[in-house]
């Protein structure tokens, strides 16, 4: 029972590349996130997902795209890296919507971009 | 806005000396308030959730506390397995699907 599972673990890449960030869970969690965390900063919202085949807007989604194609995957895309994307980038999951529904983290992708 | 502040930022702690971490907040209807613990190079992991003013919940050296704008979470006597960054998160009414998380308490207890 792996939980949560992020790949790559670390990735660098020059501005203007793409990448896609992918994130599978075997909990059968309706419930998908995409965070970023920078220093000194908390957790930030980019997109999350309420079920197969829906996307939604966080608080920092500019420069980021997801696709839920099937209910244990989420994916992040960045079409055109830019230097302010370097941070590490964290999926989760959740059963319910909250109200005490827990996240279930991966362990994170640390993108730099130069 | 809603806002959610830990402090200190940083905690070193001998062995065995008790301390406490504070997450004050300030949200219009707060549905829940989550700590998590994150290890170096690893997603945080869910401790506990509190709903309502006055409540506490335990696990093990820590416990956690609610008021109506902030909480605790007390570490008892620590260990070195202690060490690591605490976070807080308040869930609002207003938005179920969204965490606000405060920044962070990195506590190294040394043996």
């Known amino acids: 029972n792996a939980g949560v599972t992020q790949t790559p673990k670390f990735r660098v890449l020059k501005t203007g590349q793409s990448m896609t960030l992918l994130c599978a869970q075997d909990m059968n969690h309706e419930y998908m996130y995409w965070y970023r965390q920078d220093p000194g900063m908390g957790l930030r919202l980019i997109h999350y997902s309420v079920g197969e085949g829906t996307t939604a807007k966080g608080e920092v989604p500019d420069g980021y795209n997801v696709s839920r194609l099937k209910k244990q995957n989420f994916l992040l895309g960045l079409e055109s890296a830019a230097p302010s994307q370097t941070s590490v980038y964290f999926c989760?999951?959740?059963?319910?919507?909250?109200?005490?529904?827990?996240?279930?983290f991966g362990n994170g992708t640390r993108l730099t971009v130069t | 806005e809603d806002q959610v502040t830990q402090s200190p930022e940083a905690l070193r702690l001998q062995e065995g000396e008790s301390s406490s971490l504070n997450c004050s907040y300030t949200?219009?209807?707060?549905?829940?308030l989550f700590w998590y613990r994150q290890d170096p190079g690893k997603g945080p992991e869910f401790l506990f959730t509190l709903y309502s003013a006055g409540e506490e919940k335990e696990k093990e050296r820590l416990k956690a506390t609610l008021t109506k704008k902030e909480s605790f979470l007390h570490i008892t006597a620590p260990k070195p397995e202690d060490s690591a960054t605490y976070l807080c998160a308040v869930q609002v009414r207003s938005n179920d699907y969204k965490l606000s998380f405060g920044a962070g308490t990195t506590v190294t207890v040394r043996a």
């Open positions: 949200v219009s209807g707060l549905r829940g």
């Open positions: 989760a999951s959740s059963y319910g919507r909250g109200f005490g529904s827990p996240l279930h």
